[in-house]
Nanobody, 123 residues
Framework: QVQLVESGGGLVQPGGSLRLSCAAS????????IGWYRQAPGKEREGVSC????????HYSDSVKGRFTISKDNAKNTVYLQMNSLNSEDTAVYYC????????????????WGQGTLVTVSS
């Protein structure tokens, strides 16, 4: 069964950090482009970060660049999103997604989604 499972969300104070995990089953993450997305209350889902399998290049939205880092552990078949210097605008449900036809982020059209993990930034 092809599946993505996110974990690591929670409540964090402004300025704090969290690390999200996205564990895959039924396929190998390292073969494909993997993206992180988020959806804040009342807003549309937006792309946050992506990692290409072809060359390992990483990409970030302007809103998180310099604060978030995407990485992967092939042995664990898991992709991570390290989030630092969090602020209230980062509050959202975070999803990871895969495209098993794409190896570069520019071609990623998500077709496998996780269930999401909630990140709340509040004092």
């Amino acid at each position: 069964q092809v599946q993505l499972v996110e974990s690591g969300g929670g409540l964090v104070q402004p300025g704090g950090s969290l690390r999200l995990s996205c564990a895959a089953s039924g396929f190998t993450l390292d073969y494909y482009a993997i993206g992180w997305y988020r959806q804040a209350p009342g807003k549309e889902r937006e792309g946050v970060s992506c990692i290409s399998s072809a060359d390992g290049s990483t990409h970030y939205s302007d809103s998180v660049k310099g604060r978030f880092t995407i990485s992967k552990d092939n042995a664990k078949n898991t992709v991570y999103l390290q989030m630092n210097s969090l602020n209230s605008e980062d509050t959202a449900v975070y999803y990871c997604a895969a495209d098993r036809k794409a190896t570069i982020c520019a071609a990623l059209i998500p077709e496998v989604w996780g269930q999401g993990t909630l990140v709340t930034v509040s004092s």
